[in-house]
T-cell receptor
Framework: RKEVEQDPGPFNVPEGATVAFNCTYS??????FFWYRQDCRKEPKLLMS???SGNEDGRFTAQLNRASQYISLLIRDSKLSDSATYLC??????????FGTGTQLKVEL | NAGVMQNPRHLVRRRGQEARLRCSPM?????VYWYRQLPEEGLKFMVY????????ESGMPKERFSAEFPKEGPSILRIQQVVRGDSAAYFC?????????????FGPGTRLTVL
């Protein structure tokens, strides 16, 4: 089983739609969790950290479920500019980030 | 407030040559990480360094690859005798261990092409 698993997609959604991604992880000792966004093989850009209490930043909401070992990202009112690959990442037992392979989102008119 | 800087952005080498990739962390950051992204694959951790110290090199190939972060100057990822399979995007990230969450910020990457 991979350490971090994501549905690769692509998710094709119309502008204005709500879309959710999940990411499962296998190491229960994982400590910190993040969502990154990557455009066209450019550098990953931090979208948000993920906390057990859940956190929201504008149209984006992230949630961590330690019992079921997954994190989620919800995007409301999708914009064309949200089209990208969304990477979940985590740390466990050190500072190195372990990434999922990413979920591709395409927002269409 | 400059972010993480990497150079060169693109590097072309022939098989057997050496590649040197440089990374300057964000101002105030003393932790540097190198990741590799092979075509159509996810990012893989290679090495974590602090000034003059390698902290974790568990992701580094056993041969031909080395990394350093000297007291002065950028971090260097060095690949000796490159092979076609080394062609990839190499990203550097930096962090400042502030609080409980060590957030890493990435540079623009160096795209290495081995002919």
């Amino acid at each position: 089983r991979k350490e971090v698993e994501q549905d690769p997609g692509p998710f094709n959604v119309p502008e204005g739609a709500t879309v959710a991604f999940n990411c499962t992880y296998s190491n229960s000792a994982s400590q910190s969790f993040f969502w990154y966004r990557q455009d066209c093989r450019k550098e990953p850009k931090l979208l948000m950290s993920v906390y057990s209490s859940g956190n929201e930043d504008g149209r984006f909401t992230a949630q961590l479920n330690r019992a079921s070992q997954y994190i989620s990202l919800l995007i409301r009112d999708s914009k064309l500019s949200d089209s990208a690959t969304y990477l979940c990442a985590l740390t466990g037992g050190g500072n190195k980030l372990t990434f999922g392979t990413g979920t591709q989102l395409k927002v269409e008119l | 407030n400059a972010g993480v800087m990497q150079n060169p952005r693109h590097l072309v080498r022939r098989r057997g040559q050496e590649a040197r990739l440089r990374c300057s962390p964000m101002k105030g950051h003393s932790h540097v990480y190198w990741y590799r992204q092979l075509p159509e694959e996810g990012l893989k951790f290679m090495v974590y360094l602090q000034k003059e110290n390698i902290i974790d090199e568990s992701g580094m190939p056993k041969e031909r690859f080395s990394a350093e972060f000297p007291k002065e100057g950028p971090s260097i990822l060095r690949i000796q005798q490159v092979v076609r399979g080394d062609s990839a995007a190499y990203f550097c990230a930096s962090s400042q261990l502030a609080g409980d969450v060590d957030t890493q910020y990435f540079g623009p990457g160096t795209r290495l092409t081995v002919l």
